[in-house]
T-cell receptor
Framework: GENVEQHPSTLSVQEGDSAVIKCTYS??????FPWYKQELGKRPQLIID?????GEKKDQRIAVTLNKTAKHFSLHITETQPEDSAVYFC????????FGAGTTVTVRA | DAEITQSPRHKITETGRQVTLACHQT?????MFWYRQDLGHGLRLIHY???????NKGEVSDGYSVSRSNTEDLPLTLESAASSQTSVYFC???????????FGQGTRLTVV
């Protein structure tokens, strides 16, 4: 089955700086890679996704890149704000979503 | 508006008891999933279904079962609850193909 690894497990950044989270996956059949944000006590919610026929996608301050050859994808958050503090999960979809272990992002004011 | 709901939100049960967690979605999604969330492990897949009468085991399925008798519901049963099954459980649903999965609010289960 699919195995998704996510790094780092925790990330502390100064407000206004950038944050980068990296993930690798094992199953070359995976072709959909969503990112979820989970605030404390809440459910995970999709923030951005990318499909295997696209190398990069951007939505305002959030961008995701995908390297299918190397089987890795990354989330980039620019100009971080306090409301970006949350746990972020990457996932790979080979017809079922397999998640990474999560990254706890703390934005320091 | 379409939604996905879980019940109960919190439950405390005793070791050895059978427990069923409910998941109901009004998205008319074919795909439904159950995950458990534990610190340091992220979201681990327990069982999933691609449609009525279809069920499949995920990576941590031991001690759990599901059934899919209609499109809207995928109840998760713990046959004989164990303390290791203390966790937060999330149900999710998605449409056919690679599309966004929507999560329920979660159920916090404590086995004492």
């Amino acid at each position: 089955g699919e195995n998704v690894e996510q790094h780092p497990s925790t990330l502390s950044v100064q407000e206004g700086d950038s944050a980068v989270i990296k993930c690798t996956y094992s199953d070359s059949a995976s072709n959909y890679f969503p990112w979820y944000k989970q605030e404390l006590g809440k459910r995970p919610q999709l923030i951005i996704d990318i499909r295997s026929n696209v190398g990069e996608k951007k939505d305002q301050r959030i961008a995701v890149t995908l390297n299918k050859t190397a089987k890795h994808f990354s989330l980039h958050i620019t100009e971080t704000q306090p409301e970006d503090s949350a746990v972020y999960f990457c996932a790979a979809d080979d017809y079922k979503l397999s998640f990474g272990a999560g990254t706890t992002v703390t934005v320091r004011a | 508006d379409a939604e996905i709901t879980q019940s109960p939100r919190h439950k405390i049960t005793e070791t050895g008891r059978q427990v069923t967690l409910a998941c109901h979605q009004t998205w008319n999604h074919n795909n439904m999933f159950w995950y458990r969330q534990d610190l340091g492990h992220g979201l681990r897949l327990i069982h999933y279904s691609y449609g009525v009468q279809d069920t499949n085991k995920g990576e941590v399925s031991d001690g759990y079962s599901v059934s899919r008798s209609n499109t809207e519901d995928l109840p998760l049963t713990l046959e004989s609850a164990a303390s290791s099954q203390t966790s937060v459980y999330f149900c999710a649903s998605s449409g056919t193909g690679n599309t966004e999965a929507f999560f329920g609010q979660g159920t916090r289960l404590t086995v004492v």
